[in-house]
Nanobody, 117 residues
Framework: QVQLVESGGGLVQAGGSLRPSCVVS????????IGWYRQAPGKGRGLVAV???????LYADSVKARFTISRYNAKNTLYLQMNSLEPEDKAMYYC???????????WGQGTQVTVSS
């Protein structure tokens, strides 16, 4: 079992930055893939960025040049540095963990990101 607790969302103006975090209940090294998904109102939940246990990463094309996924192993914490935020990035952001880059067994409760134009 894995518990994921997100924090660090908020309201920011377009062009600004946020860095949500996800605290994981066990060692990140014990999880094959951990990352971030997002869901905007009226849309499905989609991958933003994931990181494998070996350090490999996968990003959605829409965020590749602006977002960076990273981890602080000693604190079992995952981060998503989001720069140059756009109104289209407004969504609930979920931390997720699972056996593959698009296979999720565990979800966090989400943290809201709102970008004003």
């Amino acid at each position: 079992q894995v518990q994921l607790v997100e924090s660090g969302g908020g309201l920011v103006q377009a062009g600004g930055s946020l860095r949500p975090s996800c605290v994981v209940s066990r060692s990140i090294f014990s999880i094959n893939y951990i990352g971030w998904y997002r869901q905007a109102p009226g849309k499905g939940r989609g991958l933003v960025a994931v990181r494998g246990v070996t350090g490999n990463t996968l990003y959605a094309d829409s965020v590749k040049a602006r977002f960076t996924i990273s981890r602080y192993n000693a604190k079992n914490t995952l981060y998503l540095q989001m720069n140059s935020l756009e109104p289209e990035d407004k969504a609930m952001y979920y931390c997720a963990a699972g056996p593959g880059p698009r296979l999720v067994n565990y979800w966090g409760q989400g943290t809201q990101v709102t970008v004003s134009s």
